[in-house]
Each structure stands twice: as C-alpha cells, then as structure tokens.
C-alpha cells in the first residue's frame, strides 16, 4: 500500500517502529527481535501514554519535515473509532497511510 503522496506503508512502519525502538533503548529495556507491525502500542504496557504521544508527534514530525505532508493523528477522529488505530504498529501505518490519503 502506497499512500497518494507516493509514501509508502513500509516507511510509515519503519518511521513507527524506530521511534518505538528509540523510547525501549532510552528506557534501558530490551527492544523486541521482533519488532514490527504485530508489536503492540497499547495494552501489553508496551508504552506508557506519554511514550505512545512522544511517538505519534515525532513521526508528525518527520512526515512534515523529510515528506512534506502535514497531518494530525492523535484527534477526536481517531480516538472516537470502533477499534483504536493507536493498537498496534500495523494498526497505527494503517490509519497514517488513510490520513495521507485523505490528503491528496
């Protein structure tokens, strides 16, 4: 899955899974061999809330910074879902790539 913007998903995962790296390795705990889309975010306390916030605002950052693409993720949209986009890795790439393409 390519977003319209021509980024692709695996960047979003890969963007997503060093900034959870960063935080596990900052935290002085083991980073996972496994660490990929199936990692979960939030209810394994993977993260604390201000670590999956730290997460969510750099990889903002970086998608306006090194893409040119402006969006928000943490909002009353993804929060109001059925099913949190903000689960699992996949899940977070899953709901970026809809944002970006909701921009085009």
Do not use: W
């Not at 999956?52 to 949209?77: F, K, N, P, W, Y």
């Amino acid at each position: 899955m390519t977003a319209s913007n021509g980024l692709p998903r695996e960047r979003v995962v890969e963007l997503l899974t060093e900034g959870v790296r960063g935080l596990l390795t900052e935290r002085g705990d083991p980073v996972p061999a496994d660490l990929g889309e199936s990692t979960r975010l939030i209810g394994e306390h993977v993260l604390s809330s201000l670590e999956l916030v730290s997460v969510i605002v750099q990889l903002e950052e970086t998608l306006a910074d090194d893409h040119g693409v402006t969006i928000t993720i943490a909002d009353e949209r993804a929060m109001s879902q059925k099913h949190s986009p903000f689960r699992s890795v996949g899940t977070l790439a899953d709901y970026v790539c809809q944002l970006l393409a909701e921009q085009a």
